[in-house]
Nanobody, 126 residues
Framework: QVQLAESGGGLVQAGGSLRLTCAAS????????MGWFRQAPGKEREFVAA????????YYADSVKGRFTISRDNAKATAYLQMNSLKPEDTAVYYC???????????????????WGQGTQVTVSS
């Protein structure tokens, strides 16, 4: 059973930065595709960024492209989301997700991921 735990959220002013961490346990992290999603109050959970199992492919939502970077450290079984130039509209609960299906494509929908963390709140003040 794969377990994911996010951390690193908090309150930041617009223009600031945060780095979210997703620590994985169970299974073989290096074979997982990883994704980050977010959910704002009253809205559906939406895709933010993802990386395939090899780390060779990444994909970003247009709203975060150029500001956010997804990465992974297989030795630490950890994925990261570096968020720069944060905007108030980035305020949401951020979730990391893992898929154990090894493909050479990046998965961008919630139903393609089997495992989810509990989420971490990110609040960006104007």
């Amino acid at each position: 059973q794969v377990q994911l735990a996010e951390s690193g959220g908090g309150l930041v002013q617009a223009g600031g930065s945060l780095r979210l961490t997703c620590a994985a346990s169970g299974g073989t992290f290096s074979s997982y595709g990883m994704g980050w999603f977010r959910q704002a109050p009253g809205k559906e959970r939406e895709f933010v960024a993802a990386m395939n199992w090899s780390g060779g492919l990444t994909y970003y939502a247009d709203s975060v492209k150029g500001r956010f970077t997804i990465s992974r450290d297989n030795a630490k079984a950890t994925a990261y989301l570096q968020m720069n130039s944060l905007k108030p509209e980035d305020t949401a609960v951020y979730y990391c997700a893992a898929t154990t299906t090894r493909t050479f494509v990046v998965k961008v929908t919630t139903n393609e991921y089997e495992y989810w963390g509990q989420g971490t709140q990110v609040t960006v003040s104007s």
